[in-house]
């Protein structure tokens, strides 16, 4: 009899499988592993088991030689032939479990996330038990509901078919690795020579240059110098109401207007002909469904949400079985999970409270078509009591159902009307519209192109009529650059996007990195460059690390391996020849000394809380006081969890922290919290206990 292990990614994800599974199951979850008899989908014994995210690692550079725990110049750059995985800490025992499941298995399952990450993860774990060989079949879903799963095992893939996503996940991991560890290493001993003790300065091949792009804003906003322009517009009235002709045109000088006007004797009044009155009737569909850089988006403009809140809190929907897989880059779904959604339509409406109509009830190629992996955001029939829901996961989740309801709802119409006059070379215009049909734009929040479209109906005008214009001028100047938000860093069409650095799954975590490495900070809901993240500029700004083109350059080539028209030794090749030309080319690097005397001051964590006498200072494992008469002692990890050098500070100073995700309990399940010191000093958790209708 074949004995199936079916490796899951997650312990939920797992459960799932084994309900879609069938037949009979016995739980052995102590042991790491699910057992399901008489499947109608898979015959023989099956013994359904799972990760917990990464199990194996790649491991640092201290495992490879000793000698190498110390950071030192002579060392690097560090170039192993063949590297070395290990056990993720805190993990060994499910890592035990699963190895245990597959020696008893003829055969292995992949069923991981189907992405390039859930296969890294997979190909990781069978390496390091030595299974790989049992690998044949890969189960390809993009949905955890039952008849989805039951689909997926009736129609399992080869695995062959899905190892190219593995080849490009690993030589993104290795050439990460490769990058990260040596520049870091690299770049924090020079900051040390140039006398900045006590901080790392984190390199990475994504990270570095999303840093470099917000400094260089922050510069830009620095240095900014407003230019002057002028305008003109004319200002006319009929059937009581105010028409406004504006000219899009910036005049350059006071004196060119002058011209302008001279030239045209432009003085009020000033008798004009309407030149052409056009009519148009406009039709617009709904917005497209949503993936996770649309969602991050519209959440920061509605509720000021992070990148990492909104992945953070759709991750949670989605474990709870209420939205489908959220690092999705797609905005369309099949037409079989159209035709799922129209049939739930009227319960999604009731949820919401809608009355909106839903009249589309056929599928359009906005909304459906193909997609490689994931399909846009969507709820799931299992519907969840949104008064029990904390009110993220509520505004969440209620703007997933939104705009897929949206998807059914009839089309947006309405008349605009264009009218022109032309003055010498320059063309007047004013535009009015008048809605003929409020369609999916009759939903509560769904307010998209309001602030590009003139509202109201303009009085009639007709081709070739004279009407007196006030003539007005106004001055004006152009703007420095805003500054970068969780929207326009991290989300739809932003300018992580648009340069390709990272991806829909990972431009929040990159950011999150940045956080909490202290190279940046939300400042009134925008994000600015620390003092460090100065420091880090001036070393790297010369160099290809910092370059957003070079990273880019290497996604694309990513992509290429993910396609199969790639080569990963290659890609490797080229890493590792770049960072030994980056450690190479400079030798010494010389920091202003304002900004090493700021970079040291913000690596200084304050006063201590309890004595107030000494410093704090930051340790291998915890943060204690420089009085030795003190005995206050932070410990860097709280439940599994690894604290950011914010939350840090935030704790020193007498603050609770923002909530912090990936906290784990005694039971191994993932938590989120806010943490503060208790009236003795220790650490304590902070949840937050309301629940209210978003």
């Not at 192993?80 to 597959?102: C, E, H």
């Not at 993009?142 to 009736?154: C, E, I, M, R, T």
């Not at 045209?264 to 052409?276: D, E, F, K, R, S």
């Not at 799922?340 to 599928?363: F, G």
Request: overall charge neutral; charged content about 25%; some cysteine.
């Amino acid at each position: 009899m074949t004995t199936y292990a079916v490796l899951a990614e997650k312990p939920d994800m797992a459960r799932k499988l084994v309900t879609g599974l069938g037949g009979k199951k016995t739980a052995h979850t102590q042991d790491g592993y699910i057992e399901v008899q008489d499947s109608p989908y898979l015959t023989g014994r099956i013994l359904v088991t799972w990760a917990i995210g990464h199990l194996i690692e790649m491991a640092p550079f201290d495992e490879y030689d000793p000698k190498l725990k110390k950071w030192d110049l002579a060392t690097l750059p560090f170039m192993p032939t063949k590297y070395v995985m290990q056990v993720r800490d805190g993990v060994g025992k499910q890592y035990n479990n699963v190895k245990r499941v597959f020696k008893e298995a003829n055969q292995i399952i992949i069923a991981t996330d189907p992405d390039r990450e859930g296969e890294n993860i997979a190909y990781l774990i069978v390496d390091q038990t030595g299974d790989r060989d049992k690998v044949t079949k890969r189960l390809w879903v993009n949905s955890l509901l039952p008849k989805a799963v039951q689909d997926g095992f009736k129609q399992l893939r080869d695995a062959g078919e899905t190892y190219n996503y593995y080849k490009e996940s690993h030589s993104r991991q290795i050439s990460d690795w490769l990058v990260g560890m040596n520049m870091t290493r690299y770049y924090t001993l020079r900051a040390q020579g140039a006398g900045i003790q006590g901080t790392v300065y984190s390199a990475g091949r994504v990270q570095t240059p999303v840093m470099v792009l917000i400094v260089k804003n922050k510069l830009e906003r620095d240095h900014f110098v407003p230019v002057p322009f002028w305008t003109i517009s004319g200002e006319t009235e009929k059937d009581g109401q105010k028409v406004i002709f504006r000219n899009a045109t910036h005049f350059e000088s006071e004196e060119q207007l002058r011209e302008f006007v001279n030239a045209n004797q432009l003085v009020t009044p000033y008798m004009a002909t309407i030149g052409t009155v056009q009519k148009e009737h406009k039709i617009k569909q709904s917005p497209k469904l949503l993936n996770l850089a649309a969602l991050t988006s519209l959440a920061n403009a509605k509720w000021g949400y992070t990148g990492d809140e909104v992945l953070q809190t759709v991750q949670a929907l989605y474990d709870a079985d209420y939205v489908t897989y959220p690092r999705t880059e797609e905005e369309v779904i099949s037409e079989e999970e159209f035709g799922i959604l129209a049939d739930r339509v009227d319960a999604y409406k009731e949820l919401l409270d809608s009355t909106v109509a839903t009249p589309q009830l056929t599928p359009r190629k906005r909304y459906v078509g193909a997609y490689q992996a994931h399909p846009a955001l969507m709820p799931t029939g299992k519907l969840p009591e949104l008064a029990k829901l904390a009110g993220r996961d509520a505004n969440i989740y209620q703007a997933i159902v939104s705009q897929v309801l949206m998807m059914f709802m009839a089309d947006y119409e309405y008349d605009q009307t264009t009218v022109t006059i032309a003055v010498g070379d320059q063309q007047f215009v004013a535009r009015g519209k008048v809605v003929t049909q409020a369609g999916w734009r009759a939903m509560t929040g769904a307010t998209e192109e309001d602030a590009t479209e003139d509202a109201g109906a303009l009085p009639v005008f007709a081709e070739g009529e004279r009407v007196a214009l006030t003539i007005q001028t106004a001055k004006g100047e152009t703007k420095p650059p805003k500054p970068y938000t969780p929207g326009t860093l991290g989300g739809k069409n932003s300018i992580m996007e648009k340069l390709n650095l990272g991806t829909a799954a990972t431009r929040a975590a990159i950011i999150k990195t940045l956080v909490d490495r202290e190279y940046i900070e939300l400042v009134k809901k925008a994000y600015e460059p620390t003092d460090k993240a100065m420091v880090m500029y001036t070393m790297v700004k010369d160099s290809l690390l910092g370059s957003p083109e070079m990273t880019a350059a290497w996604e694309d080539y990513l992509a290429k391996i993910e396609q199969g028209d790639g080569d990963p030794a290659t890609f490797i090749a080229n890493v590792r020849k770049f960072v030994s030309q980056e450690i190479g080319k400079a030798q010494t690097i010389e920091l202003p000394p304002e900004q090493v005397k700021a970079a040291i001051e913000q690596s200084s964590y304050g006063t201590c809380p309890k004595c107030r006498q000494g410093t704090i200072t930051k340790g291998k494992h915890n943060y204690y006081c420089s009085n030795k008469e003190c005995d206050f002692v932070l410990w860097s990890k709280m439940a599994s969890k690894t604290l950011p050098d914010s939350a840090v500070r935030a704790l020193i100073a007498g603050k609770t922290t923002n909530e912090i995700s990936g906290f784990k309990s005694k039971a191994g399940k993932s938590f989120k919290a806010k943490v503060k010191l208790d009236n003795e000093f220790k650490t304590t958790f902070v949840f937050d206990s309301s629940k209210r209708k978003g």
